[in-house]
Every structure is written in structure tokens, then in C-alpha cells.
């Protein structure tokens, strides 16, 4: 089955807030909600895990990643129950340190505004993007207990974003991969493409009975393993393109410019804001760049 819409999945599982850029929340004796989403959409988050859970507190917020769209609401969160714990990789601690990503964080959320306008959100929050500690690193728990019938287990996946973290409930066969799965049929290996298509492949291996993607679909059922493989398939053809170009000599803003009139253009909304899109555009093909230029030089060595 493909899920295009917010509420529960399976199993005290859910999809909360929008779908195009939904929170997960996996329901238990220890609640653990997943990711964070858009500072914008924070009231619906809010709304939505209440509803679910009452007066009862996540305990944990689980972090794939630390890009704009997947952290923006963690700060509201953590002011909205003060004893969840904010659970991410020691990676994605020390972006979150560098001087000027938090500024970026809060301008892409910020322009953001205009694509909830755009999707037809009604109301939206338009406070600030509120930072963040991170309360626990990953690595002293392998696994994490939610339910006496689930626990959350975890390892790193990093070929869309070096800190990135996929999660995975052997019990319910639920894997929540996000950007490491593909979004929206767009391949996203922002830092590595084979560790990307290696990390599609070993969900296939997991064969798990819920997918839930960063953006706008959470699949099940006989859709998972389609969906994988198709994201495989999508990776391989991206690539061939991109290299297709450097070989015929054309230039990044050249590629960035044809895969956009492709890709965004023609794409109905709701779809990524453009700035956040070519920026992550402009890292595939540079990826994929830097990869052809080596096996090139190892051609001729």
C-alpha cells in the first residue's frame, strides 16, 4: 500500500503533522517520536502527537540528520516536553556546533513559509527556529526500548548526509529510512553515491513490512520492496546522466540547470522549496563529479 496521507499506519505507528513532511510517532510504554520537520509545521506536530498520546511525554526524539527540514521543530518540542530526550548521531552534534549552519537552518525554515502558503497550510506557526542541545548520542544503546513488543535500533547510512542515521523496529518490521531510501523518485546521495545505492540495497535485504521516505509517502505491504528497487534504479539512471553530460564536456550549472527542468519544474506542488532543491542539486552532481574525475584518473593511470 502507498500512504499519502497523515495518521495512523500500524500497530501504534503513525504519520503526524503533513504528509509532506511528516513526524513519525511510534506509540509504547517509552513513546519515541522521529525527526522533526518544518519549524512552520510545528503546531500540527504538537496538535497531532497529543492526540495520541494525551498527557503522556515522548521520551525520545530520534534524529536522522541534521538538514532544516528534518530538525526544525526539535527546539518547540523540547519547550513542549522538557524531559523527552533528543536522541542523534555524534556527527550530526557537531554540524549543528559549526558556525552558520544554525543561521541557514533558520532562513531555509523561514522560506519555507512560502511553500506552506503555497501547499494551502492553514494556519502556520511563524516563530522562530528554536535551537538545540542534543541529549544523547547514538552509540551508548545499540537499542532502544519503546514497547514490550518493539524497540528501535539504529546504524548509519551515510550517503545522503554524512551524519545520516537510519531506524529500524525489527518487531514491526517498520524502517524508517528517509532520504537514505530516495524521495519523491529524486536518488539522494548528497556526499556518497555508492554508499547510497549500497544502503538501498540492504534495506532490500531487511525486507521490512513498513518504509517510512522523508517526504510524502510511507509505503507497506508489497509497495516496500517496489519502492526500494525503483529508488535503486532512479540512483543508477541520475548517475548515467550526469555522466553522460561530463563526458560530452558540459559544465555543473549546465547539468544542474537540464536535471532541474526536469525534476522541479513540471513537479505540481506540494515539492521542495528551489533554494533547498539546488542546493542539493548542485552536491549530486558534484558527487557524482568528483566520482567520474576519479575513476576517469584511475582509467588512465
Known sequence: MVIDKVGPIKNGFYALGHASV????????FPALFDAGFVGLSHLYIQAIKEVL?????????????????????????RTWPDMKIVASRITREILARPG?????ISLNQQ????????????????????????EILGSSKSYPVASDATVEWFASPGHTRDFTVYWIPEKGILIASEAAGCDNVPEFLVDYDVY????????????RVLCTGHLLVLTGSDVREYLT????????????????LERGESVDEIIEQIKGID?????????PLEAYLLNTRQRVLTLKERWEKGLSNRKS
Open 22 to 29: 511528516p513526524v513519525y510517532l511510534m506509540d509504547g510504554k
Open 54 to 78: 494525551g498527557e503522556r511525554t515522548p521520551v525520545y526524539l530520534f534524529l536522522t540528520h541534521a538538514h532544516w527540514d528534518h530538525i526544525g521543530s526539535a527546539g518547540i518540542f523540547k
Open 101 to 105: 549552519v544554525i543561521d541557514r537552518v
Open 112 to 135: 519555507a513559509l512560502d511553500a506552506l502558503r503555497e501547499w494551502g497550510v492553514t494556519p502556520f506557526y511563524e516563530g522562530p527556529f528554536i535551537p538545540f542541545e542534543i541529549d
Open 197 to 208: 545505492e549500497g544502503g538501498i540495497k540492504k534495506f532490500i535485504d531487511l525486507d521490512p
Open 230 to 245: 525503483r529508488s535503486w534504479e532512479t540512483a543508477e539512471e541520475y548517475r548515467r546522466f550526469v555522466e553522460e553530460r
Open 264 to 272: 522541479w519544474d513540471e513537479k505540481p506542488f506540494p515539492k521542495q
